[in-house]
């Protein structure tokens, strides 16, 4: 059976909310799906997974709790352990959550007809009224999802305690695995996130995250993704962000030896003065099997005041690929836009490839923008610099990936979170 095949069976089958409004939203994406099928995916690597039969997840909760508390960063964090799609709220400490904001699962919402999400749920995907559903992934996401969290921060909350979301895949079979986040960030709130991707599976895996971001007026909300060593893993990212005025949102995300991954991030500034920062780190090790990782960033900007940067660097050995692509879009008449995008990629190998394609698009005159890409391989100049100082070849190339890519360790502002980048890096550049 393909893909195609079985997810239209599983949404056959599928147990339908209780929520009306919801049902007709998922009712509207498989439509979109219907219709769309996957015709985004043809021209990429992606397309080695039609041929894949992925179930969905059972709960499965049979991993060792020792095992599971060493995955966080801090016993101090709120943890929150997902595990193949389905919240573990055993191991997740959800009191000390819950004495700072509003949170629940989205399955309870989703089938408890829990009127506040209502309010935001795909909200960021609606355009003059009506329903848009941009690719596939996202309409099959809305569909079939498993579980994910609602969190709604209220006003004047300064949340010093980052929350972790920690997505763990242990599937005794090969999954598709559906996990949608709703965050909410209230007037004049603070807000850390930690969301983490950790494999315990020899099982082919697909997972696809759909993530919806609303950031109030004076709001500010920074999100941490951490991507890592999945060579048996699909990964789909979808982030789609609504900023409103004064607010400040930024997104890091750190990709590393992952076997093809897409990440999406949608923003639409909705109020004037706000601020948006997305910047990327990937880095792959060499491998037998080809690697890919597509960038794309999509920016609106609706109103006057606006800065926007982009910061994405890529290091790519033997057998990896890279694409970035990022558009700004400007409303007319707008004035005192500020915005910049920067892709910068080391090449180790001569199999290695990337396609950078930054562009904004504005009919105003009042603004600064600027885009720029850097493709090369490593300054013969700086491995001499290194070499006539007594440091081996070897040790000289690391050092040199190291400074490159610190540009943008050193923006990470949680201090145990730089560190286990910058370790990560050390113990894994050959």
């Given amino acids: 059976m393909t893909l195609k095949e079985k997810i239209l069976f599983l949404l056959k089958n599928k147990e339908k909310s209780p929520n009306k409004y919801l049902e007709s939203l998922i009712t509207k994406s498989i439509v979109c799906f219907k219709k769309i099928g996957f015709t985004e995916l043809k021209k990429t690597c992606f397309k080695s997974v039609l041929n894949y039969d992925f179930d969905l997840p059972n709960r499965n909760n049979d991993i060792e709790y020792s095992i ?16 193949n799609g389905f919240l573990n709220s055993k191991l997740s400490n959800l009191c ?22 209502t309010k935001y749920f795909c909200n960021t995907l609606f355009y003059k009224e009506n329903l848009f559903v941009p690719n596939s992934f996202i309409a099959i996401n809305i569909s079939l999802t498993t ?18 979301i920690i ?34 599976s020899q099982n082919a895996i697909f997972s696809n995250v759909f993530t919806e971001i609303f950031s109030k007026d004076q709001s500010k ?46 923003c639409v500034q909705v109020g004037t003065d706000t601020q948006s920062f997305f910047n990327g780190l990937s880095f792959f ?5 080809i690697s890919k990782i597509y960038n794309n960033i999509f920016l609106k900007s609706l109103f006057s005041n606006s800065v926007s940067l982009q910061n994405y660097k890529g290091i790519f050995s033997k057998n990896s690929y890279g694409i970035f692509k990022s558009k700004l879009k400007i409303k007319d008449n707008l004035y005192n836009i500020k915005s910049k995008q920067i892709n910068s990629n080391l090449l180790l190998s001569n199999s290695s490839k990337v396609l950078s394609r930054p562009e904004f698009q504005t009919a105003s005159s009042q603004v600064k923008c600027s885009h720029g890409t850097k493709i090369g391989k490593l300054e013969k100049t ?32 949680l201090k145990i979170l730089k560190n286990n980048i910058r370790d990560y890096f050390k113990n894994n550049i050959r």
């Fill in 147 to 164: 579980d994910g969290i609602f969190i709604k921060i209220p006003k004047n909350t300064n949340l010093k305690i980052p929350i972790e």
């Fill in 96 to 117: 000390k959550l819950k004495k700072y904001i509003k949170f629940d699962s989205l399955n309870n919402c989703l089938f408890n007809n829990n009127k506040q999400i």
């Fill in 382 to 413: 700086t491995l001499f610099f290194f070499r006539s100082r007594g440091i081996e070849k070897n040790k000289s190339i690391k050092l040199a990936i190291l400074i490159f890519a610190n540009e943008l360790i050193k923006l990470v502002n």
């Fill in 221 to 266: 909300i920074e999100l941490f993704k951490l991507e890592n060593d999945f060579r048996k893993t699909y990964l789909i990212d979808n982030t789609f962000i609504k900023q409103s005025s004064k607010s400040v949102c930024k997104v890091f995300t750190f990709s590393s030896n992952i076997r093809n991954l897409i990440q999406n991030i949608n």
């Fill in 285 to 289: 090790k060499k491998s037998n099997k």
């Fill in 68 to 83: 599971l508390k060493k995955l966080s960063f801090n016993n101090k964090f709120i943890s929150l352990y997902f595990i």
């Fill in 167 to 200: 997505n763990i895949y242990s599937p005794k079979k090969s999954s598709l695995i559906n996990f949608k986040n709703i965050i909410v960030v209230g007037k004049n709130s603070k807000l850390k996130i930690i969301e983490r991707h950790i494999s315990k």
